[in-house]
């Protein structure tokens, strides 16, 4: 005789497994960092170029624009931060991150279970973090050096003018890195909800994060024993 299944036993045909990815702070903390690269993005470009400058009617006029323009920068360098120590750990770079970056052909062409296992994030995801890291230190660093407002003793002229054309390259640089960012959340199907619910789907986990499902359900890490690795 079998034993009958109870409904919400763990294993139910026709529900699928979930998997917590994210804490609702973890998550708070993404999305303010979001709202404000988009703040930043469309005030900086609104600054940028006289035929842009119709956007800052967005933020209620040229001077206004202008003001918030840097605060809302310190506000996402300090979000960043946030997000770096929560997440610098899992982004540092493994051997199979080569295999999978090499193998870039077989990723695209939907081919995933033909490269070694991933584990929280792939080596695609490791660069678009590392690059926003660098970017955001550049963007504050130039950022500060013009806003004459509050420290114009600090750096020459000539150290202004530099500032000026790196936090423009930087900016650029930021924007397309962000592009990919967005792209890839969206093109690999059943990303978003990690970021808007918290979890996602065994299958999810499965097909993308193989080796970070396996550390979660056996609770092993590398060759140590760990405890099951929580959402961050
Ligand atoms: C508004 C557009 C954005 C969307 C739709 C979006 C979406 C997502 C999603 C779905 C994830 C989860 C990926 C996964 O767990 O595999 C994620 C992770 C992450 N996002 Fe975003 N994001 C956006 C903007 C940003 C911005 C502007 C930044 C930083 C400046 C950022 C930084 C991060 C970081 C650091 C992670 C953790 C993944 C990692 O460390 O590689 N996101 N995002």
């Known amino acids: 005789m079998t034993a009958k299944r109870k409904p919400d036993s763990p294993v139910?045909?026709?529900?699928?497994?979930?998997v917590d990815r994210y804490t609702p702070a973890a998550r708070a903390n993404h999305w303010l960092t979001a709202t404000c690269l988009v703040l930043l993005a469309l005030s900086g470009l609104a600054l940028f170029h006289p035929s842009l400058y119709f956007l800052t009617s967005l933020f209620g006029g040229g001077q206004i624009a202008r003001s918030i323009h840097p605060w809302i920068g310190?506000?996402?360098?300090v979000s960043f931060v946030g997000l770096f120590l929560r997440f610098w750990r899992a982004n540092l770079w493994v051997p199979e991150d080569g295999t999978w970056l090499a193998r870039l052909r077989d990723v695209l062409a939907d081919h995933e279970d033909k490269l070694p296992e991933v584990g929280r994030y792939n080596a695609g995801q490791k660069i678009v973090f590392w690059a926003m890291s660098l970017l955001i230190v550049v963007l504050i660093g130039s950022g500060?050096?013009?806003w004459d407002q509050y420290f114009y003793d600090?750096?020459?002229?000539?150290?202004?003018?530099?500032a000026v054309l790196a936090h423009a390259v930087a900016a650029v640089a930021m924007i397309c890195v962000w592009i990919v960012h967005l792209y890839a959340a969206i093109w690999v199907r059943g990303t978003i909800r990690a970021?808007?619910?918290g979890s996602v789907t065994g299958g999810w986990a499965w097909r993308h994060h193989r080796k970070w499902l396996r550390e979660l359900v056996t609770g092993t890490r590398g060759n140590r024993r760990t405890g099951p690795t929580p959402a961050e």
């Open 195 to 197: 970021m808007t619910r």
């Open 74 to 77: 310190v506000v996402l360098f």
């Open 12 to 18: 139910h045909r026709g529900r699928p497994v979930i």
């Open 154 to 162: 600090y750096s020459s002229i000539e150290q202004k003018r530099l």
């Open 144 to 146: 500060l050096a013009m």
